[in-house]
């Protein structure tokens, strides 16, 4: 009897410590960036383009799935694993890549604070100084076990979006329509848009995270069934944040005719007439949550990525001394993105939407690579990829190709 | 004899005029590789070296890329190498496919920007490069780079791409190569290397590891060092490598550690698995194991030591001694357990006690207060914690039923025992006491 509610207890306290990275890594994707995105794919759209994120969840849970199954496997991550199987030039290009979407994410982050904490009347030199230090100590000086119990904290403030899109009364028989039944005008505004979408859910740092995280945690291939739970979970709970960005902006700013935002503050901003104080307030703390949660990730995913590309894999639990490289690469991340968001005349808006395009372009030989671990069956062993599997990521794939050639050939066609 | 040649040997790196020679396996892979007259045959994939029990692995054949096929050709061939092509002594190609033999690694494939062992350095590290050069006769793997710069050099093109930057090279007999595919890829020279180190730096390199390589390691250490290695790892990084080695191997080992620690290890392993490690060991372990394994962590019996020394109050002080001279490598023999005729528990004598006696004395002269604090097998945790804190002794003595001593419980096992207790939700993986 007793023996048998001990097991149970174990169970639930095994659940508890797996759950986590997936979690983390599908809600930081609703940092200010995506949230910013989703709202103008509302505001432009209405509910049609609802399907281009059902698409995007769909493809963040498989392969966060496939990065978690990749680290507990082959107990490497993502940077280090291409270094060994496609070379020197493969692992530097990827890192440096990496490094430098990271910091303009980094910065989005930053800007989506001070953004937020204005629309509270507090000047940015007072916010964006005092997220760089939060974040910075929770992750460096707090235990690992407490760190993650403040990112939970910090993720749960995301109930906002769907209180706000309740609030907004929205048409529920068009939302389903527009996620269910598919349909494109091909302009290129909406091209740009629903890439945008593929590629603020789908993000490079994300990949790179939840496969670093598994190997710094340690989890076993006995926690992937747990694991797997924790990544769907964190991946639906992305989409369905997502949903309800977009379907509040329809329902509001869309029906009335505002079409044209340019950043999440202004989206709240002008829900304050159409949806009361209140949901403007939900709108702004679930910004700053969301960006504090991807801001702890951010410099985390890159300080892994670094340390792995020169083959001395570090952790959280290493002391500064152990591990000068992790923790001089966090820093610089966190420093030189708040220092560009307060340099007064910096190109914020520029070094966005670079850092959008750098990331999804990014996002295809990273997807290329996974595949190629995936099916490699002296690296994942019985965990090698399904032939329907691999069939299915390569779908995803081309249509990540499709999308971010368009995007490239949208941009440089002007 | 053999020794001084090795020694020799080891010291290749300093030789005069070998820097000169060495070639960089990073640089040359992709490069021409030429027939007697010259022509170009096809491009190099990579070198196939051979593990025996030499220190410098020789070059035992080349797969080169011909006419879109990868095709293997004999070592023996190989007229001239140089850092920018491969000049064969004929022009004949043979068009076989490849096939991994056992003892065999692929330089590119299976060691280049794959993690090693710096076993002077004490790190797990990435391969920047590998440098061969002609010694005794053969072209050998001679030297390993392991810098950033030689990584960032293989970047760009050109010939700065296949300078060697030797003044990096770590010698090859100073690295252990893990990454292999069931052959032994290793010298007698890392092995011995290996031995020397501490169990905890060992636990350390063995975590920073990736799976395969790590229990490759496992199969290459001294089964008393490993089974000390894997003492001082966490729990679940524990689990985790367990799974990754042969039932065998992990029966060898649980049967190297502290029964207490095997015990606790099976434990929180599936029933199915800790059963086909037990059925691995020799009958009286695997009866003392399972025993252990019975008893709830909660309980005395789950997290005692069973290690006792246990001495009749007849026997002579002498005897006591010459027994713990015999265990002086178990940490906790700190003195011996003293029971009467029948088996039960007397009194636990410290080992400066029995120093402090005549040596032709009997024990039962030294029994007498104050007598050890004795625990039964079911007493719950919290009553065991209490009657340390009470008695501030340093160990409490475990009997079963009829009083006779069956284990100790020390106050590192208290600790141990309370530690996961607290920290199995979210705190899993903390390290906190790494």
Known sequence: MSSKLDSRKLRLGAFLAVMGPGIIAGLSDDDPAGITTYSQLGAQFGYQLLWTLGIATLALILFQDLGSRIGVVTRQGLIGLIRQKYGARSGMLSACALVLANIGTMTAEFAGIAAAGSLFGVSKYITVPLAAFVVSFLVLRGSFARVEKVFFLLASVFIAYVIAGFMAKPDWSAAAEGLFIPSMPLTRDALFIATATLGTTLAPWGLAFIQSYAVDKRLTKEDLKLLRVDVWTGSLLTGIIGFFVVITCAATLHVNGQTSITDASQAAAALKP???????????????????LAASILPLSTAYAVTDLTGRPAALDDKAHEAPLFYVTFGVITILAATMVLIPGAPLIRILVLTQILNAI?????????????????????????KLMLTVYAVIISIVFT???ALIWFTVSG | MKKTANRAQSAVLTRKGIQS???????IIGRPVKDQDGRDLGKLVDFVVRHGGETYPPVSGLIVKVAGRRAYIDGARIAKLTKDEITLSSAKVNLSDYQRRSGEQLLDGDVLDHQIVDVNGLRVVRTSDLYLAP???????????????????????????????????????SVASLADDGGVVRTTATREALSKLRPADIADIIEDLEGREQSALI?????????????????????????????????????????DESAEVLRDLDEEHSESILAQMSPAMAKQLRRLVEFDETHAGGIMTTHLLIVKESDLVSDALKLLVEHRERDISDGVTVVDSKGKLLDHIQIIELIAAKSSEKLETLVKAPFPTAVSIDTPLEEVIEEFSNNRGSSVIVVDEKGKPVGRILADDIIDAMVPAESSGLAQGTGALS
């Open chain 1, 274 to 292: 159409l949806a009361g104080t209140l949901a403007k307030e939900l709108f702004a703390v679930g910004l700053i949550g969301a960006a504090l």
């Open chain 1, 362 to 386: 990014l996002l295809l030989p990273l997807l290329v690579y996974m595949f190629g671990i995936a099916k490699d069956s002296r690296l994942m062993g019985e965990y090698r990829a399904s």
């Open chain 1, 403 to 405: 999308c971010v050639a």
């Open chain 2, 21 to 27: 020679t060495l070639v960089s396996v990073a640089g």
């Open chain 2, 135 to 173: 010694l005794d006769k053969e072209i050998r793997l001679v030297g390993v780079d392991v810098s950033f710069r030689s990584f960032v050099r293989r970047i760009f093109p050109g010939t700065f791409g296949r300078k060697p930057g030797v003044d990096q090279v770590i010698d090859w007999a």
């Open chain 2, 219 to 259: 199969e290459l250490l001294d089964p008393d060092l490993a089974a000390d290695a894997l003492e001082e790892m966490e729990d679940d990084e524990l689990q985790g490598l367990l799974r990754g080695i042969s039932d065998e191997r992990a029966a060898e080992l649980l049967s190297h550690m502290e029964p």
